[in-house]
Structure formats: C-alpha cells, structure tokens
C-alpha cells in the first residue's frame, strides 16, 4: 500500500519534512517512491509547498494519507479539489471553491495569529515605572 506521510529532514530542534509517497513497509526516512512537497513548521505561519497535480495523482491511485498530511492537504485545498471532482463538478466552480477554501483558511490562521500575539503582549511584564524622588505620603506625615 503507498502512503502519503512526512519524512523528517533539518537538523535538531529545526525539522523540516518532506511530504513523500512512500511504500507503508518503509522506514520513516527510509526510502521513498517520490517528494511531491514539503512543509516548515518553524516559520510564522507554517510554509506548506505541495505539487498539487502529483498529490492528486497519488490520491486517485489509492494512496493513503497519514493525519497530519491530510491536514495539510486539506488546507491547501487538494482535498476539496479531489471530491468536487469526483462529484462531477465543473472546473470553473471547482477553481473558485477551492480559492475561495483558501481565503478562508487564510483569515483563520490570520486570527490565530493575532490571538497569540495578544495573548504574548498580556503575559508580558510591564516594565516598573521610574522611581521618582518625591516623598511618600507616609514620609511627608513624618517630617
């Protein structure tokens, strides 16, 4: 059985992985049937690049995809592509839900983004304001 899954490259605590067709039998970065993309997880956001003609080849074959790579996919709007597809579907509508699937993903993770960095700005310490040399009140009571 071929399966679409990732294949580990980068050196320690920076993966990089290659999104392959690979036989099921195989290693994790044993050898592979061919490299149709790869996908950085380190950048902000995530750069995903898939040969879309090749993973719908490996797709119509049978091909199976592990989780994470039908999540990829999926964002990319292969998927989407696959089963309008198989639908009967005409091209000019598939082309438009499929940019329009991409928008969306788009905005989505535009909000994850923002949602994180607000929440990095409130956790972040203010800085103390500068101690000023005027006398406390419990000082002034004093003298």
């Known amino acids: 059985m ?3 899954r990732l294949r580990r490259r980068g050196r320690k605590f920076r993966p990089f992985y290659d999104i392959v067709a ?3 039998r195989a290693r994790r970065d044993g050898r592979f049937i061919e490299r149709i993309g790869y996908y950085d997880p380190m950048t902000t956001p995530s750069t995903i690049v898939i040969n879309e003609e ?3 080849y490996w797709l119509r074959v049978g091909a199976q995809p592990t989780d994470i790579v039908r999540h990829l996919l999926s ?3 292969i998927l989407l592509r696959l089963h309008l597809e198989r639908k009967g579907v005409p091209a000019e509508e598939i082309e438009q839900a499929v ?6 993903v788009a905005q989505r993770v535009q909000r994850i983004l ?3 960095q607000k929440k990095y700005q409130k956790s972040k310490p203010k800085p103390a304001p500068e101690a000023e040399n005027e006398a406390t009140p419990a000082e002034s009571q004093e003298g």
């Open 2 to 4: 071929v399966k679409l």
């Open 22 to 24: 690979v036989d099921s």
């Open 54 to 56: 090749r993973a719908l």
């Open 75 to 77: 964002t990319q709007g």
């Open 99 to 104: 940019a329009r699937h991409r928008e969306v």
């Open 114 to 116: 923002e949602k994180k």
